[in-house]
């Protein structure tokens, strides 16, 4: 599980309503180009997603693995919630999508930043909105150098756990915030701690977002607790497969060193780093 960001007290203000440019925004289209199976359906009315099963889902991509790297539970998912613009795993080409989690700065984005630039890599940072109300340089930055900007929620809960009025607000409020102060629409959401159901997989679909699991992430965000970086380094290249979704945390140093060079081994290795596209 990939809970790493430490939770905020800051409690912006809240609206239930959903918002106008965000239900209406409900295309089935892949956000990830040459998806093969499970593709989106249509989106579902709200008062369809409520009916939905709620039951709570502990994502983590396990320890078993197909003749390509791929975690069996990545494909497996993908099967089951790729209908509403869940994915656990991209299409099995040879590419990876690299994914940073920004709960809180820890001194190391730019950085990261930087030899994303050097290596021409483009991005996901999934944010919350204390990350965003605190770091708009950053995500100026972000968004200048061509990286997406994901969701992250706006106070970071269980998804299930929460009311459905709070759960559309966890897309909502954080939506309408980049928006306003950046211009910028986000259409990426990733469920706080990997935690989902189906409800809130349809209800992020029904919002106009493809919601954004893993397919591979480790033990790196505790900034008091670091792996080593050549172990890091080997666990990291070690589960290259096609369709990664690569979760990293931003707080870590140990990713922060490394970064360069594991984007360096997956190339030499034939893989290419690719990016969602907007619906």
Avoid at 185 to 190: E, S
Wanted: aromatic share 12%; hydrophobic share 35%.
């Amino acid at each position: 599980m990939s809970s790493a960001e430490a939770p905020s007290d800051v409690m912006p203000d809240s609206s239930d309503a959903v918002s106008s440019d965000l239900s209406e925004n409900n295309s089935t289209e892949s956000a990830v180009s040459g998806e093969e199976s499970a593709s989106p359906t249509a989106a579902l009315p709200l008062t369809d997603v409520e009916k939905l099963d709620n039951t709570s889902v502990t994502w983590g991509p396990g320890t078993f693995f197909d003749d390509k790297n791929r975690p069996t539970a990545c494909v497996s998912l993908q099967e089951s919630y790729g209908k509403y613009s869940a994915y656990f795993l991209g299409a099995d080409t040879n590419k990876i999508y690299l994914t940073f989690d920004e709960g809180y700065e820890n001194g190391y984005t730019s950085q990261i930043l930087d030899v994303l630039k050097e290596k021409n890599v483009q991005a996901v940072f999934f944010v919350t909105m204390p990350y965003a109300k605190s770091q708009p340089e950053l995500i100026r930055r972000m968004i200048d150098e061509g990286h997406i900007v994901g969701n992250h929620s706006n106070k970071h809960p269980a998804m299930p756990t929460v009311s459905f009025e709070q759960a559309q607000s966890e897309y909502t409020i954080l939506h309408e915030y980049i928006r306003e102060n950046f211009d910028y629409t986000m259409f990426l959401f990733r469920p706080p701690q990997g935690l989902f159901s189906e409800r809130t997989l349809a209800l992020g679909q029904t919002l106009g977002y493809s919601n954004v699991l893993w397919s591979f992430a480790y033990n790196d965000w505790n900034p008091e607790n670091q792996p080593d970086p050549e172990k890091a380094f080997e666990k990291i290249t070690s589960r290259f497969h096609n369709g990664e979704i690569m979760l990293l945390h931003a707080v870590s140093k140990t990713n922060t060193e490394i970064l360069g060079r594991v984007i360096d081994k997956a190339r030499e290795e034939g893989f290419e780093f690719a990016s969602f596209e907007e619906k």
